[in-house]
């Protein structure tokens, strides 16, 4: 399964990375803005991705989850300082894993996005 990771800090990104790889996973890319994952979405085969919510700036990655979703990718936000059903326009049922993010935690992100928990 290809993964594309969007995360703005480069040390969480590099984390991530290795995560994905030690639990036997492709990345399929990383993205530290909107516009990045977009353009990856568009040239990469991206099976599902790893969402940092706030990625600087007052932007948030939900416009790649608004195109993960129209394309019937599955993802899970990444947030260590905010609770998603607070924020306007994401479904309270959106998944979510609380940063800093345990390898078991990210792991079973990863099976239920495969379809393999």
């Known amino acids: 399964m290809r993964v594309l990771v969007v995360e703005d800090e ?4 590099m984390l991530l990375e290795e995560n994905l790889v030690e639990l036997g996973y492709e990345l399929a890319g990383c993205a530290a803005t909107v516009p ?3 353009s990856m979405l568009d040239e990469a ?3 599902c991705a790893l969402l940092d919510f706030s990625l600087g700036h007052d932007a948030t ?3 790649v989850a608004q195109r993960l979703h129209s394309d019937g990718k599955p ?3 990444l947030t ?5 059903d607070e924020n306007p326009g994401i ?6 894993l609380t940063k800093p993010v345990s390898l078991g935690d990210l792991e079973g992100a990863l ?3 495969a379809g393999t928990e």
């Open 75 to 77: 993802f899970y936000f």
């Open 80 to 84: 260590g300082h905010l609770s998603l």
């Open 36 to 38: 990045q994952a977009l």
């Open 91 to 96: 479904p309270p049922d959106a998944p979510m």
């Open 45 to 47: 085969d991206v099976d």
């Open 61 to 63: 990655s939900i416009p």
């Open 111 to 113: 099976k239920e996005m």
């Open 10 to 13: 480069p040390l969480l990104a």
